[in-house]
T-cell receptor, first 114, second 120 residues
Framework: QKEVEQDPGPLSVPEGAIVSLNCTYS??????FMWYRQYSRKGPELLMY??SSGNKEDGRFTAQVDKSSKYISLFIRDSQPSDSATYLCAMSGGSAGNNRKLIWGLGTSLAVNP | ETGVTQTPRHLVMGMTNKKSLKCEQHLGHNAMYWYKQSAKKPLELMFVYSLEERVENNSVPSRFSPECPNSSHLFLHLHTLQPEDSALYLC???????????????????FGPGTRLTVL
């Protein structure tokens, strides 16, 4: 079983839709959770960062962590064509040794159609 | 130049060639990273340099040889590569604080655009 599972898509939605992107994980030591966005021909850029459980909101983006289910989500409200990109989740245990490494999902390709 | 730059952006090489990838960061960071991004695989961390010392080497084959001459520059020297080494090679940098964790919190990694490598 992979440590982090993420459906690669592609996901295609109309402009204005609410988008839900998800990752599941198996390592209960993970406590730092990140979402990165990667546009075509660019490197990933950090979008959202969450520690432990709960929600975090930034504009149209909401990151949600459910540690009991080992499940994280990224919601995009009022999606725009400029949100078309690949979204990667990444997580870490944050302590010394192997747990401090970032473990990445495969990324989900999102297309928002005008 | 701003952020993290990488050259060349595209590289095609034969299995017997020797080439080098270059990364430069203009952010005043003290840690730099090489990642490999292949289709249908998650990002793979290859090397980490902190204050110009290699602190991570994740079982990368010796045909990949990193070099970090100073905190702003990072190279990846390539020789006798295999076709399966074809991928996007990403460089990143961050501001590492002693006792912190690479890539987390204030140690956010900033990525360059990558070098698309094709090995024939």
């Amino acid at each position: 079983q992979k440590e982090v599972e993420q459906d690669p898509g592609p996901l295609s939605v109309p402009e204005g839709a609410i988008v839900s992107l998800n990752c599941t994980y198996s390592n209960s030591a993970f406590q730092y959770f990140m979402w990165y966005r990667q546009y075509s021909r660019k490197g990933p850029e950090l979008l959202m960062y969450t520690y432990s459980s709960g929600n975090k909101e930034d504009g149209r983006f909401t990151a949600q962590v459910d540690k009991s289910s080992k499940y994280i989500s990224l919601f995009i409200r009022d999606s725009q064509p400029s949100d078309s990109a690949t979204y990667l989740c990444a997580m870490s245990g944050g302590s010394a040794g192997n747990n401090r490494k970032l473990i990445w999902g495969l990324g989900t390709s999102l297309a928002v159609n005008p | 130049e701003t952020g993290v730059t990488q050259t060349p952006r595209h590289l095609v090489m034969g299995m017997t060639n020797k080439k080098s990838l270059k990364c430069e960061q203009h952010l005043g960071h003290n840690a730099m990273y090489w990642y490999k991004q292949s289709a249908k695989k998650p990002l793979e961390l290859m090397f980490v340099y902190s204050l110009e010392e290699r602190v991570e080497n994740n079982s990368v084959p010796s045909r990949f040889s990193p070099e970090c001459p100073n905190s702003s520059h990072l190279f990846l020297h390539l020789h006798t590569l295999q076709p399966e080494d074809s991928a996007l090679y990403l460089c990143a940098s961050s501001h590492y604080v002693a006792g912190g964790h690479y890539g987390l919190g204030t140690d956010t990694q900033y990525f360059g655009p990558g070098t698309r490598l094709t090995v024939l």
